[in-house]
């Protein structure tokens, strides 16, 4: 019987265990948010910002590569699309935020003579 007493008294003494202090908790989530903001929101916002300022001022004979990789030269600008000459009379109708990165004057002639 007095095996059963002893089980007893270990199992009131477990449930009776303290609990750690809640401002430390909190503290620790905090830390987490600041830390996925400085390593992951805020570069992604910064590179959000500058594609969009790139797409902003995109002009008429601005030599592009697209994200799919094709070079081209703007012809023409819209709202949301532009239009690429590609090659020997070849356009393409492409959306503005499929621009990848603006390239220096000369380029694609470059690429060709190579």
């Known amino acids: ?3 059963f007493i ?16 809640p401002m430390i908790t909190l503290l620790m989530f905090g ?7 400085l390593l992951i929101i805020r570069p992604q916002r910064k590179r959000q ?3 969009q300022n790139l797409v902003s001022a995109l002009a008429k004979g601005d030599e592009v590569i697209m994200t799919s990789g094709m ?6 600008v819209d709202e949301n699309y532009v239009v ?3 090659g020997n009379n070849v356009e ?10 603006v390239l220096p004057k ?4 470059t690429i060709e003579a190579a």
């Open 6 to 21: 002893a089980s007893a008294m270990a199992q009131t003494e477990a449930a009776s265990a303290p609990q750690g202090n």
């Open 31 to 37: 830390g987490m948010f600041l830390f996925m903001y």
């Open 84 to 86: 690429l000459e590609t």
């Open 1 to 3: 019987m007095s095996f």
């Open 49 to 51: 910002k500058e594609h």
């Open 92 to 101: 393409l109708k492409f959306q503005k935020v499929a621009v990848h990165a």
């Open 71 to 76: 070079l081209g030269k703007i012809t023409k």
């Open 106 to 109: 000369g380029t694609i002639k």
